[in-house]
């Protein structure tokens, strides 16, 4: 059912979130406590409570507002282009642009990837949607480009896949301001861009067969329609993805 939040109530809730992540980054994830982020927020426990029941609620908050400034930014970056790399390059590069002051907070949240029954763990079952969003947006940048169409289903699951490997990286990358990674974002584009152009050739149909019928069999490639459905969720309209 729906609940009506008062824009009191929304300000309120923001406030809480608001001094919560400052705190996480000051002192770390571990270290303050709901009570410490109550007083940050100028309220008392049990108000903040009434707005986030633990802490993991609000990283799962801070998971949302991430997923939805990322969508926001990549669909005004393919507005702006019809490079197919500009437009593969973008969610990566927006990604790392959004998270550059919490890689430490990242980094701390990064434990839970191994326990696949966490609600935090960035893999599990709790933040399934979170990656279908983020398929679909890959899934968005290939529009209009003709490409076989079983290599719509693994591309946006194949692009993912090197997103994340690409977070993980970013967290270990001391260069200044992670220039490494965005140059490892650039080169992996661009292997990227030019397999598409092999994946046409139909000598490769019966090896990508093989690809999605294993990762399908073991539950590591969602069904196209279940990346669509998540963009289209949450954007009013379905991805027009032109088959090829």
Do not use: C
Request: charged share 25%; hydrophobic share 45%; aromatic share 8%.
């Amino acid at each position: 059912m729906f609940k009506y939040v008062s824009p009191k109530g929304e300000e309120t809730r923001s406030r809480i979130y608001e001094a919560a992540l400052a705190l996480f980054r000051e002192r770390g994830f571990e270290s303050a406590t709901m009570r410490d982020i109550a007083a940050a927020a100028g309220m008392s426990l049990g108000a903040a409570y009434h707005y986030f029941p633990s802490k993991d609620s609000i990283v799962l908050a801070f998971y949302d507002r991430v997923t939805d400034e990322h969508e926001r930014r990549v669909r005004e970056a393919f507005a702006g282009t019809k490079s197919l790399r500009d437009r593969v390059r973008a969610p990566f590069h927006i990604k790392l642009d959004i998270l550059q002051a919490d890689r430490p907070l990242m980094g701390a949240l990064l434990r839970y990837a191994g326990e696949p029954d966490h609600p935090l763990s960035f893999l599990g079952s709790a933040t399934r949607q979170m990656q279908l969003r983020s398929m679909a947006m890959f899934a968005e940048s290939l529009r209009g480009v003709s490409v076989p169409e079983d290599m719509r289903v693994l591309a946006p699951v194949m692009l993912w896949a090197m997103h994340m490997g690409i977070l993980l990286f970013f967290l270990y990358d001391q260069s200044p301001r992670q220039q490494l990674t965005r140059k490892l974002i650039d080169g992996g584009v661009d292997l990227f861009v030019a397999s598409l152009k092999l994946a046409r050739l139909p000598v490769f149909g019966g090896v990508r067969r093989k690809v999605i019928g294993l990762l399908t069999q073991v539950g590591l490639i969602p069904t196209l329609a279940a990346v669509m459905a998540a963009g289209t969720r949450q954007n009013g309209a379905e991805l027009q993805l032109t088959t090829g």
